[in-house]
């Protein structure tokens, strides 16, 4: 007989035998998989060092403003999720014979098969819509659907608000609940970095707007130990999407050399272009180029692909960037030795 230290009464030989037996138990629901489905996906994006974990509004976005940085990393075996608000349901179509979808769910379906070619591009395999963790009071799944919320351009060149708006579009959900389901994501994935729009969605679409919202939120909320749901998860680095204003000025002149734009002395300025002092990371990836392009040109029915540039709906041209920039919103940045940009977003994670 021995007896445990701390222990009021003697354990025996019999008792030891019991605690190893549960002990097996358990390593048997473990390797039969009987934890719960998020304990089980958190623990497998735990066997992944670096977790990046993305959130746009619609589809398309994600390639535009982070295509470069997320197939840098995804390449570079880093955990690459991507969370989108859509499907995109009110995005205007270019190709002519493709607009029969403009204006129906049927352009939904499509752009959600677009984005899956376009995550194959970029090597993500990570993607998930916002609201799909839902389920009813028995826990059966019931997805959420955000729809687009629409547009329309104001005086000053930038979006704002549509006139009519869907009563189930994303910008009319409450943010926390939103950022509720964003917090099933961020804790079952455990991303040490986190990248969103800057507050004024890019270029001011409210979906824009309102996804950085919810995404600020879902961080904060995650971290709470109060907040329902699996462990906290505490986020070290949020970025912002942004663009360098000597960095805008110079693609701007570019476009007017090549002829794909006209000479502007006061340009509409979207609110991602910033100035290059508040621009703390630099997220070079001209080796992804071909996967990028690869990623807009499965957008097609948003996106037209030329040389080195690419076309909206409205018919602007814009660089086809394979630099990518940032502002760090939450966290601590590491620049270069000479005071330059940070050059990796988990700088300064081990």
Request: proline share 7%; glycine share 10%.
């Amino acid at each position: 007989m021995t007896t445990a230290p701390g222990a009021d009464e003697p354990t025996t030989l019999t008792d030891a035998q019991a605690v190893l037996d549960a002990a097996s138990d358990i390593i048997e629901d473990v390797t039969e998989g009987e934890l719960a489905p998020a304990d089980v996906a958190a623990m497998e994006h735990l066997d992944t060092p670096r977790r990046l974990l993305l959130v746009h509004a619609h589809p398309d976005d994600e390639t535009i403003a982070t295509g470069a940085t997320m197939a840098r990393y995804a390449a570079a075996g880093a955990g690459v999720t991507l969370v989108t608000c859509t499907r995109g349901e009110l995005g205007e179509v270019i190709p002519a014979g493709l607009k029969h979808l403009e204006g129906s769910d049927d352009l939904a379906d499509h752009r959600v098969q677009e984005l899956a070619v376009a995550m194959e591009a970029l090597g993500v395999s990570d993607h998930r819509f916002l609201g799909d963790d839902a389920a009813d009071a028995e826990g059966h799944p019931r997805p959420v659907r955000y729809r687009d919320s629409g547009m329309a351009w104001t005086p000053d060149g930038v979006a704002g608000p549509a006139p009519d708006v869907d009563p189930e579009a994303f910008v009319l959900a409450a943010v926390d609940d939103a950022a509720g389901h964003l917090v099933s994501v961020l804790r079952e994935v455990r991303p040490q970095v986190v990248v969103t729009y800057e507050p004024g969605g890019g270029y001011g679409h409210p979906d824009h707007v309102h996804a950085h919202h919810v995404t600020m939120r879902a961080v904060e909320l995650a971290a709470d130990p109060g907040h329902r749901g699996a462990e906290p998860w505490h986020v070290a680095k949020v970025y912002w999407c942004v663009v360098p204003r000597s960095v805008a000025d110079r693609e701007r002149a570019d476009l007017v050399t090549r002829g794909l734009a006209e000479e502007d002395p006061t340009p509409a300025r979207p609110t991602a272009v910033v100035p290059d002092e508040t621009v703390t990371t630099e997220i070079e990836a001209s080796a992804h180029r071909g996967a990028k392009a690869a990623a807009l040109r499965a957008h097609a029915t948003q996106v037209v692909v030329g040389d080195g540039v690419f076309a909206l709906s409205n018919g602007s041209w814009h660089p086809l960037r394979t630099t990518e920039h940032y502002r760090l919103a939450l966290g601590h940045a590491h620049l270069g030795s000479d005071g330059g940009y940070e050059q990796d977003v988990f700088a300064g994670l081990g």
